[in-house]
């Protein structure tokens, strides 16, 4: 008996593991600097063609999200604003968006500084599981 608990424990554990996001995955900042923490996913996507414009007195910054496989895939992208110093900008208000990417997709991800603080920013993208 007991081992029976402990195996479905064990099921349900991978299960839930199953369905949770990877947080390593590609990032690129506003100087063009590319960072690859999963190599498996970054043969699948690329983050090119990274820029930034000033729009009152705020930057709206954009990048090209590009699949490279020729099946779907679900993947989430952030942007996070830094300050002169270096220090992030309302992180935590910040989210993950989710986007479907269909086979040799491209699809550009912008975003507005939450203030005119922000000097400089990293674009991160990821792949999720869920729907």
């Avoid at 593991?17 to 590319?34: D, K, L, M, P, R």
């Avoid at 820029?51 to 942007?79: E, N, P």
């Avoid at 220090?87 to 910040?94: C, Q, S």
């Amino acid at each position: 008996m007991k081992q029976i608990y402990s195996g479905l424990i064990l099921a349900a554990a991978l299960a839930l593991g199953a369905c949770a996001s990877h947080t390593a995955g590609i990032s690129v900042n506003s100087q063009g600097e590319t960072r690859v923490d999963n190599s498996s996913f970054a043969r699948n996507i690329a983050v090119e063609s990274v820029d930034a414009r000033r729009i009152a007195d705020v930057i709206q910054a954009s990048a090209l999200v590009v699949s490279k496989s020729s099946t779907d895939m679900r993947v989430q992208y952030k942007f996070t604003w830094y300050d002169a110093s270096g220090f992030t900008i309302e992180d935590e208000a910040t989210s993950w968006k989710s986007v479907k990417l269909h086979g040799k997709q491209q699809l550009q991800v912008t975003a507005v500084a939450p203030n005119s603080q922000a000097v400089r920013f990293d674009v991160y993208v990821r792949e999720t599981f869920s729907n």
